[in-house]
């Protein structure tokens, strides 16, 4: 089952990228102009598709072409049944980082980012692979201030942006190193452009 074949709504109408383009959001952008405006209701130019679970193999959500992906992902199927697939199960792996908006229109936004590695076999004596997520959420009790109207307890939460990667040696080690150097600070703080 390969779902990577990726594809986005631009003005309402499916489409993807032509040769040559790529959809490369930093994370701030990720999280702030495409998730604040999913789980905000505001419109969007350029959407990315609904995943239905990350109870995915990562092989099947990037295919053969594709070193990354983004999807969003609503809460409630994603942690149905926890992070196992068919092939192994995601997990945590770093701590969760902060994310403020900065200078943004959405100036009292923040978010999260917490990344996870696949490993391939059963909890917990699985094969550490080179696919990594990252999964981006709102916080509600500040993203409710940015909203016109009041939203559903609960509504800010429920969708979650995803990225999918998979890492080449270099960039895992480049990985633990920064892993390493973020220990002694607990969170880290990315402010907005």
Known sequence: MDISAQRFAMNGRSMRLPPGFRFDPDDEDLVFEYLA???????????????????????????????????????????????????????????????????RDCIHLEGRRKTFAFFIGKKP??????????????LSSRATRWSSSPLPRGEVGKWRAVKVVVKEENDEEMVEDEHESDESDGEEVIQSR
């Open 125 to 138: 004596r699985g094969t550490i692979t080179p696919w990594i997520m990252y999964e981006f959420r709102l």
């Open 37 to 103: 405006k999913k789980v905000l209701h505001r419109p969007m130019d350029f959407d990315l598709p609904e995943l239905r679970s990350c109870n995915v193999d990562p092989w099947d959500l990037l295919g053969e072409k594709n070193k990354e992906v983004y999807y969003f992902v609503k809460k409630e199927e994603r942690e149905r049944k926890g992070r196992e697939t068919l092939s192994g199960y995601w997990e945590e792996c770093e701590e969760e980082e902060v994310m403020e908006a900065g200078g």
